[in-house]
């Protein structure tokens, strides 16, 4: 749960490291492990990380991180299951990586090797943000289904992006005014839908989307996977069989999460899915799973029970 922030500006605002610190430190409580910050020469680029170390915790993994030349920079929040591969990949491709199995450094090299086409090679749950200064574009992306976040503004010639809207806020020129919108869904449906937040101007990044901001500040949008073209037709298939599909699935999903370097542990609510995941994790391991849950006073289910 890595924290990220940063800046681009398109205008006369000068980015400075004192700016993007602030950002940066809004977000503490995500990435107790480290920091660091880098401005490009020019003061238009500035990005921001507070790093959570799940896999290799070495400095040679930490962020912002750049490919062999520095022609591409990159902040990233979650986990890519695959990086092993990827590494293997292009590796064979002529990339020298720095890192032990850093994956991090596997989309680095995957984007200098593929462009923005290397997010149909991740496997994982990302938002990313990567300076190319080859072409000096920012680009902002969201992983499928939009498990990490990413939040964003166009202000006073800029644009600022974080892994909260609290980091937006830490800009004193952010606008502060409430979305009549949003505040109309939150008090309908108790969310509000991407691309929309409680605060006027600073938007969700939708999932599976990425978003491309040159450095004159023209934008590009699109979206790169969905879920309906996804869909395999199913035929001639027993009931039997597709349960066996749909179990070797999960345990295929469950050991790829287990892919860490520190500790790794389990919730449990009481339901079936998280029972159905804490099973499949103890296949194989030769020690006990940790498990943890939370509890409240009214907790369900005695207290609907109760009520009646």
Not at 279 to 307: C, H, K, M, W
Request: glycine letters at 8%; aromatic letters at 10%.
């Amino acid at each position: 749960m890595c924290g990220i922030a940063g800046v681009l500006s398109f205008g006369s605002f000068e980015v400075t490291p004192e700016y993007v610190t602030r950002l940066r430190e809004t977000l503490v409580h995500r990435g107790p492990d480290g920091a660091d910050t880098w401005v490009s020469d020019d003061r238009r680029v500035g990005l921001g990380v507070r790093r959570l170390a799940i896999i290799d915790l070495s400095d040679a993994a930490m962020q912002p991180m750049a490919n062999e030349d520095g022609s591409v920079r990159l902040l990233f929040n979650g986990a890519i299951y695959n990086h092993a591969d990827l590494r293997v990949e292009l590796e064979a491709a002529g990339h020298r990586f720095r890192s032990d199995h850093s994956d991090t450094e596997a989309i680095v090299h995957a984007f200098e090797e593929w462009g923005i086409e290397c997010v149909h090679r991740l496997r994982g749950m990302f938002a990313l943000a990567i300076w190319d200064g080859r072409s000096r574009e920012l680009w902002l992306v969201r992983d499928r289904v939009g498990v990490k976040p990413l939040y964003y503004s166009f202000h006073h010639d800029r644009l600022v992006f974080g892994s909260e809207v609290k980091a937006l806020l830490a800009d004193p020129e952010q606008p502060r005014r409430v979305d009549e919108e949003a505040l109309y869904h939150y008090l309908s449906f108790l969310t509000t839908p991407a691309p929309l937040t409680l605060f006027a101007g600073i938007r969700k990044l939708p999932a599976a989307t990425w978003l491309r901001v040159a450095a004159d500040g023209t934008t590009a949008e699109g979206r790169y996977w969905d879920p309906l073209d996804a869909r395999e037709q199913l035929t001639g298939e027993s009931d039997e069989e597709l349960a066996a599909r749909i179990l070797d699935e999960l345990r295929t999903s469950v050991r790829l999460r287990k892919v860490s370097d520190v500790p790794v542990g389990i919730f449990l609510s009481g339901g079936l899915d998280s029972s159905t995941n804490a099973v499949l994790f103890a296949d194989g391991e030769e020690r006990p799973v940790q498990t943890f849950s939370i509890g409240y006073d009214d907790d369900y289910p005695s207290y609907p029970n109760e009520l009646e």
